[in-house]
């Protein structure tokens, strides 16, 4: 039962942490959602931040397999983007509760080292993933256009969370797709226009 009561907690410390928006939710109400005892809930995971950082690796987890399984389904660069962009607007992540979890998390951060690190490692693949399929379209450019493309993801999600947003998970697929698209075109644009050497005067290369 122990694996079962630990995931019943995490799922109603993501829940709690939503509908409250705040990480001042007690203990005892976290346990009473998940039908467990408090005395267990601190028996199994010892204090409130180290079950808030298992909520946090619960999350990752999720959207961890989700970007795999798109991944999976699709070939070429671009439509790997795609699927990796898609995946953090998946309506488990991309809901009002979980992006006011995902917002506290990122509080926590500042004072906890655990979460800190929970969120770099976040952060570290998704800049790769993107990197990995950016390189064969835009070269040099690829970390550039990656940490673009991240800071729409975070950005969409807040307008979400703190403007009442009502964008849903495909048009906000859609709207970093586009900027993505613009991006990799102007990129494309500035690559053809470069000037090779053969195209410089011998004069201008003193």
């Keep these: 039962m122990e694996p079962i009561r630990r995931t019943a907690l995490v799922e109603a410390t993501i829940h709690e942490i939503g509908v409250s928006g705040t990480l001042d939710v007690p203990v005892s109400k976290i346990a009473r959602r998940a039908g467990v005892s408090s005395a267990l809930a601190h028996h199994y995971f010892g204090n409130k931040e180290q079950l808030f950082l298992d909520a946090m690796r ?30 953090g607007f998946r309506p488990f992540n991309f809901q009002r509760e979980a992006i006011a979890a995902w917002l506290n998390f990122y509080v926590l951060a500042q004072t906890s080292v655990g979460a800190q690190r929970l969120l770099n490692i976040y952060h570290r693949r998704l800049h790769s993933t993107l990197v990995h399929d950016l390189r064969p379209l835009v ?6 256009i990656a940490r673009l493309v991240a800071a ?34 102007a990129s494309t644009r500035e690559q053809v226009a470069a000037p090779t050497p053969a195209d410089i005067p011998d004069g201008d290369l003193q």
Excluded: C, N
């Excluded at 795999?68 to 439509?79: D, F, I, N």
């Design 152 to 185: 729409l993801i975070d950005g969409l999600y807040l307008r979400h969370a703190l403007l009442g947003d009502l964008t849903t998970g495909e048009e906000a697929t859609w709207e970093v797709m586009h900027a993505l698209d613009v991006a990799l075109a």
């Design 58 to 87: 619960h999350m990752l987890t999720l959207y961890a397999k989700e970007v795999r399984r798109g991944l999976s389904e699709v070939e070429g660069p671009r439509a790997r983007l795609e699927a990796v962009v898609a995946a």
């Design 139 to 144: 070269g040099d450019e690829a970390p550039r």
